[in-house]
């Protein structure tokens, strides 16, 4: 195809290389397809350029915002048209009349964010909330936890602007009798296609044969949550074909048409006044699933705003995850599933008084063993584990996962308990069980078969699985889809569930709005088969290769990376906070996320034909700006570990490639360190004039503009070895000196050790290898293995619970806890898991001691002082911010606030490289840095990690101080 016509009219980016195929060939659905190519358009211009050049190359265009669809929505063979990067504006807020123009590709919780200063909010909440955008909540007609009281996105539609298929621009919005009238005679419209839909739709309408159809075939009028085809019965519950109906509005047509209508340009929502905020929780805890959802029939009683199932699968996944194991704190036992019901009132008194009538009518009712109730801040984390369901499911070991396929269906809530029933007695006669959460207030629960699709009797039990519960909905008189669409896994179950004279009139309103079959085909109509092009061929073969790290808990590294279902938790906005992922929070392109890392990985790992297919350029491109963060480690509720990925792809990459200079030269910064240490006067001389500083830096490939590190006057194992004269005291501690405070952090160091000795530990220094933290980050791990194996053999056997082993660099001493793990095996992996449970980041063995009483408040100054923490990466991802809170908080008058930043954007060498610099401070500019500028110079700015620190002086002037710093100086003896 030549593409050079619409690269020429357009503004925005249009992408034909493989790569960007590759990583718009899914979403989070079983279905893969690669597209002819990838628009990233800017303004109407280009969108209605697309529209043209659609239609002359006899092509299409497939909508997509974050990409997070369920059904195959935005899985095609067309041109995928992103919108996610430059439509995020929100245009316009009418607090005074309650409604907001927003573009699609605005995040519905940053949306939210912005509107609760106006005492507003935009009320259907999914579960993907902190990455969902607006256009793909109207494509799928989204609802969520709270739908029980705010119902779906298309109740929230007023209006829409768009590009119609012949590329017209047109306004959709509600109209009485006489407007719509006047638009089927061709008044008002913008062309004989725009006037056409008017026109045909009233004569589809009208017809009262039809109106029975439809009637008598849809689902039932009272299951809220309802998406099987177009929303013909929607519009037939307005004038002029109802008598006394709600004024006519197209937007309840599009509302739920999946992009294969029109392209949506902007749309009116409506604002809901944010509720009274006194909220509780009661989660009721059942030995049954069958117990839980009658338990839900007696909340229901009491107008709870959620009624939310997660069963004994999800909650034994949350246990894989070190995030959300965190946030399993009201879970009693091990109860086959939890029902969290929230109340609320308009006073505590009231919502109180809610809740203690529920628990005593399930009592009466013999339903459910444990009622905890949760209220304040306690109620988020409850719902991020409810959210992390989709997640979750994929963080099994093996190939049989719980498969999206009946995971919508919905029926009216009076039915539920009946319909589950026999639903499980249709999986058990297959020999299958499947994960039961979500939505239980409105007739919906997401239920996945555990089922191989890398098999043929995986792929042949999804079908089967698929047509028998397509039958038992249509026994209940259900809907097939409640909220995630039909797209091109339920397109084919249309006409048994709306009835084939349904279905044509489906067929006929496509044609009618778009008769070259532009937008989104084989979505509702005319879909191919539900079980082809699938994520996995049949019997697809999983590559088995020799790793460097052990991925053995996963079954190896392509199973590792598999561990991606899509659901797209990588692409929050740092409004949302966490670290997952820097570069997408930086960039907003899909290729900067997680998610597009492990699918390329899984693309060449499963699809190269060569001996080596860590080789391919593609993955080299893809992962280029990760900064091995480790945020995906704990905050990826399915457990992709792209750090650890990363680090051994470029190990492999470099048996081929062979080793760059400038990788040797970061991965052996001991070695240079060393030699600058002899004599740092050279080193001060170079780097203290700019000409001979900027030429250093670009003989090492660093950016001109990057600050080197100072150098210590002298080593700090100079000074632990000759200097320090430790005393005997009762408890002892060892000091970790990692590379990193050695050379260059020396004094920090020495105030750690003297703080460690003042408080009344025996500070132990035996002389160890380096952490290896710069030989991982080159993926030079034959090198980081030696250091690790020497690090284990020389700790094991003198470490213990109680005399640990202690550093203060994160990125270093946590290699005890994660890497140095994967790098060892056998007999010594196991001393490694051993050794890493009495190896703490100081923060960590300092909040271990006040807890046991041995550090107290006044040992500390009384002054009022306020701290504000920036948090090291690896500590988020690997430990916690609590200890470092709690320790900073010990002295009676200090005050901590916890900035809300995620990774700071240097990462190590990351931000010294030249090409990689001014992304490195974008990053920093997206919380960081604009906080750290507001502080009063009477703040203290405290970071822990060396590369932290180093980012605020460069990207604030401000400097930034250790936690050990800050209460070294605030001794009692020191003052």
């Known amino acids: 195809m030549n593409w050079q016509p619409l690269l020429s009219s357009l503004s925005g980016d249009l992408y034909t290389d493989e790569t960007h195929r590759r990583l718009y060939a899914t979403d989070a659905s079983a279905y893969r397809e690669l597209p002819l ?149 061709g008044l008002s419209t913008t062309g004989l296609l725009h006037n056409n839909i008017y026109y045909k739709t009233r004569e589809m309408l009208s017809n009262e044969a039809n109106q029975k159809e439809i009637v008598e075939h849809f689902p039932k009028a009272d299951i809220p949550r309802r998406n099987t085809g177009y929303a013909l019965d929607m519009l037939l519950r307005h004038e002029p074909f109802t008598e006394g109906g709600t004024p006519f509005n197209f937007c309840s047509l599009i509302a739920g048409s999946e992009g294969t209508l029109c392209m949506v340009t902007k749309a009116k929502i409506k604002l809901t006044p944010l509720p009274p905020n006194n909220k509780r929780l009661v989660c009721i805890h059942s030995e049954t699933i069958d117990d839980s959802l009658k338990a839900n029939l007696v909340a229901l009683k009491y107008a709870p705003s959620a009624c939310e199932l997660m069963d004994d699968y999800i909650l034994q996944a949350t246990k894989r995850n070190p995030m959300y194991r965190e946030l399993r704190f009201f879970v009693e036992g091990d109860p086959q599933a939890i029902l969290v019901v929230e109340l609320n009132g308009e006073t505590p008194e009231e919502a109180d008084q809610k809740v203690t009538d529920l628990i005593s009518n399930l009592k009466a009712e013999g339903r459910g063993y444990a009622y905890p109730v949760i209220q304040g801040e306690q109620i988020k984390s409850v719902w991020n584990l409810r959210k992390a369901g989709l997640g979750l499911l994929s963080n099994v070991p093996g190939d049989a996962k719980p498969a999206p396929v009946i995971e919508d269906t919905a029926v009216d809530v009076q039915d539920f308990p009946a319909y589950i029933a026999e639903f499980n007695q249709i999986l058990e ?76 009139l489906i067929k006929q309103m496509k044609q009618i709005w778009d008769p070259q079959n532009i937008f989104n085909p084989g979505k509702i109509v005319d879909t191919p088969p539900m079980d082809s092009f699938l994520r996995y061929d049949v019997d697809q073969e999983t590559r088995e290769f020799d790793t460097m790290f052990d991925f053995s808990e996963n079954q190896g590294i392509l199973r590792s990376a598999e561990l991606c279902n899509g659901s797209g938790d990588c692409r929050k906005s740092e409004l949302s906070g966490g670290t997952m992922c820097p570069s997408y929070m930086a960039t907003r392109n899909e290729k900067e996320t997680t998610r597009a890392r492990a699918n390329i990985l899984r693309e060449m790992l499963t699809r190269s034909d060569k001996a080596n297919p860590f080789a391919h350029e593609e993955i080299k491109e893809v992962m280029d700006l990760c900064l091995s963060c480790k945020g995906c480690s704990s905050e990826c509720p399915s457990n992709v570990d792209m750090a650890k990925l990363k680090a051994e792809w470029q190990y492999q990459y470099y048996k081929e490639k062979g080793v760059p200079t400038r990788a040797k030269r970061i991965a052996h910064f001991s070695k240079s360190m060393k030699l600058a240490s002899r004599v740092p006067w050279a080193y001060d001389m170079i780097f203290s004039n700019q000409l001979t500083g900027n030429l250093a830096k670009s003989i090492a490939g660093f950016a001109k503009e990057r600050s080197m590190p100072e150098l210590a006057k002298k080593p700090l194992k100079r000074w632990l070895n000759k200097e320090f004269r430790p005393e005997k005291k009762d408890k002892r501690v060892y000091f970790y000196c990692d590379e990193f405070t050695n050379y260059n952090d020396a004094e920090i160091g020495k ?122 990466c690896h500590q988020k991802s690997l ?69 932290c620190r180093h980012q605020i002086k460069d990207g604030t002037g401000r400097k930034a101080l250790h936690v050990v710093e800050i209460l070294f100086s605030n001794l009692q003896g020191n003052l």
């Open 37 to 185: 190519a990838v628009a990233v358009p800017k303004g109407k211009q280009d969108l209605i350029a697309l529209v043209k050049f659609a239609s002359e190359n006899n092509t299409s265009l497939i909508p997509r915002t974050a990409g997070t669809s369920l059904a195959g929505q935005v899985v095609g063979g067309g041109i995928v048209v992103d919108l996610s990067k430059n439509y995020s504006q929100i245009l316009e807020v009418n607090a005074q009349e309650g409604y907001a123009w927003v573009e699609p590709g605005i995040v519905r919780d940053d949306l939210n964010k912005h509107l609760a200063d106006h005492g507003f909010f935009f009320a259907p909440e999914t579960s993907t909330a902190n990455r969902a955008m607006i256009g793909g909540m109207i494509g799928n007609n989204s609802c969520g936890s709270n739908s029980v009281v705010y119902g779906s996105t298309r109740e929230h539609l007023l209006e829409v602007e768009t590009i119609l298929s012949d590329g017209s621009e047109a306004w959709f919005g509600p109209m009485d009798s006489g407007e719509f009238l006047s638009r089927c005679n």
């Open 429 to 504: 006669k297959h020999g299958l069980y499947s994960v039961h959460y979500a939505h239980a207030g409105s007739g919906e629960l997401h239920l996945r078969p555990i089922l191989n699709l890398k098999t043929a009797e995986g792929q042949k039990q999804f079908r089967i699985i698929a047509e028998e519960i397509a039958t038992l909905v249509k026994k209940y008189k259900g809907s097939l889809s409640g909220e995630h669409g039909d797209g091109r896994l339920r397109g084919e179950f249309i006409p048994q569930m709306v009835g084939e004279h349904n279905y044509e």
């Open 751 to 872: 105030k750690a050790v003297l703080l460690l000795d003042k408080l009344g530990y025996e500070v132990t220094f035996v002389d160890h290898p380096d952490c290896g933290r710069p030989q991982l980050s080159k993926g030079l791990l034959d090198e980081a293995k030696e250091l690790a194996e020497a690090n284990v053999k020389l700790f094991a056997d003198i470490v213990s619970e109680e005399v640990p082993l202690v550093g203060i660099e994160p990125s270093a001493i946590l290699t005890f806890r994660d890497e140095f793990i994967g790098l060892t095996r056998g007999e010594l992996q196991e001393k490694a898991r051993n050794l890493a449970k009495h190896v703490f980041t100081i923060e960590e063995f300092l909040a271990r001691e006040i807890d046991r009483g041995y550090i107290k408040a006044e040992q500390f100054s009384a002054e009022k002082k306020l701290i504000k923490v920036h948090g090291h």
């Open 879 to 947: 430990s916690s911010m609590t200890p470092t809170k709690k320790i900073l908080s010990l002295p009676k008058n200090f005050e901590v606030h916890m900035i809300p930043s995620g990774c700071c954007g240097m990462a190590g060498s990351f931000g010294y490289e030249k090409e990689h610099y001014k992304l490195s401070m974008k990053i920093g500019e997206l919380v960081l840095f604009p906080t750290v500028r507001k502080q009063p110079e009477e703040v203290i700015i405290a970071a822990s990690g060396t590369s």
